[in-house]
């Protein structure tokens, strides 16, 4: 046997005839492996079709968290669905994949859904070329397909409208004398809910973890996400993050758990669906709150998520990108560069004045015309 195959797990044997001594043998036996290995296993994998490859790679074991496990199978799904899943792997390369792109988006797919297939396809190659199946990444140079439009935020009029709707209907429920308790608890955390993340900038899960503990003086911990739906693991990126919150948003998270304390420590979610705090309420169920918010607004393009793009825009305008990167929770400043660079506000009036002035200079030396 010289080793094994990446791709199946099986063994591969070769048979060859070498005179010599047992340490000889042994020496020749070692560079079969290195030279067989491979190349068994290149061969394999040119015969294997690209959605064999998709089912093998999304059967391994991950680290994945379980919203990044949904968003994968939902992908491979349609790879699998798509013509492309019959293509072997051999004949897998970038000329290939620019006309399987051209045909997805001639028969209408969004250019979202395209950037995410190519992510998830080129995902699993990179992890054949990472277990040996292949020798190199068929992708290697290819020009990227378009991206999605730049992450919009919401509008600041849009915010403050939100505000000012949810508290009123804050003050509508406490108005309501034959309103019941329920109703006045969801109102007071769907204010606090946009206020939230219109200072936090934290993600929705990230919103939909959060404890009453997690906020110490002004700092709120952030150290927990709901993923996929309702598993409790950490944040996105794996890091815990602190960040100083509003004086105006800290003391309406005083003022609703006051009126509203959890009964155990250990059950102290923030936003929940009743006022016992005992489970809390799933990412989703934040969005239909801030769904039923928007339509009494009268704002239907916002988006729970888009508080958190306005917040990065804000501050990226400022030229505070550290700051941005840090409540953002990007592992990495060029992420934060990469979606929101564009709202830069241009600082270069002083470059300007400096070309003026030497188109100016140049154009008045020259003669005068005869």
């Not at 797919?109 to 395209?114: E, G």
């Not at 998830?120 to 199946?133: C, F, I, K, Y």
């Not at 929705?204 to 959060?210: I, M, P, V």
């Not at 309420?281 to 801030?290: H, N, T, V, W, Y």
Request: hydrophobic share 40%.
């Amino acid at each position: 046997m010289v080793g094994r195959d990446p791709a199946t797990g099986a063994s591969v044997q070769r048979s060859f005839t070498i005179r010599g001594d047992a340490a000889h043998a042994e020496a020749r036996r070692r560079e079969l492996v290195a030279d067989y290995g491979i190349d068994l296993s290149v061969l394999h994998a040119s015969g294997m079709t690209v959605g064999e490859l998709l089912s093998r790679w999304l059967r391994a074991g991950h680290a994945w968290k379980p919203s990044t496990v949904i968003s994968y199978e939902f992908d491979v799904r349609a790879l699998r669905a798509d013509a492309i899943a019959s293509d072997r792997l051999c004949a897998v390369n970038a000329v290939a994949m620019h006309r399987t792109v051209g045909r997805w988006q001639r028969t209408g797919v969004s250019v979202a859904t395209v950037a995410s297939r190519c992510r998830t396809l080129g995902s699993a190659l990179r992890w054949a070329v990472e277990q040996g199946t292949l020798r190199a990444h068929p992708f290697a140079g290819m020009r990227r397909p378009r991206q999605p439009l730049p992450r919009l935020p919401l509008a600041l009029d849009d915010v403050d409208l939100l505000l000012r709707t949810s508290a009123k209907l804050v003050e509508d429920a406490r108005g309501d004398p034959g309103s019941d308790r329920r109703r006045l608890f969801e109102a007071e955390q769907t204010e606090l809910l946009v206020r939230l993340a219109a200072d936090s900038g934290a993600r929705r899960g990230e919103l939909a973890a959060l404890k009453i503990g997690d906020l110490e003086g002004r700092v709120l911990h952030i150290c927990r996400n709901i993923s996929g739906g309702s598993t409790v693991t950490t944040p996105k990126t794996h890091r815990y993050r602190s960040l100083t919150l509003g004086a105006s948003t800290v003391e309406l998270w005083r003022d609703h758990v006051g009126s509203w304390p959890a009964t155990e420590r250990e059950r102290d979610w923030l936003f929940s669906a009743g006022p016992g705090r005992f489970i809390f309420l799933q990412p989703r169920g934040l969005a239909g709150r801030f769904e039923r918010l928007r339509a009494i607004a009268g704002v239907p393009d916002a988006a729970l998520h888009r508080l958190r793009h306005t917040v990065a825009v804000v501050l990226v305008a400022e030229g505070k990108l550290l700051a941005a990167q840090h409540r953002l929770g990007h592992s990495d400043l060029s992420t934060t560069l990469r979606h929101y660079g564009w709202a830069q506000a241009p600082d270069d009036t002083e470059i300007a004045d400096h070309l003026d002035a030497v188109l100016n200079r140049r154009y008045s030396s020259l003669p005068p015309e005869a």
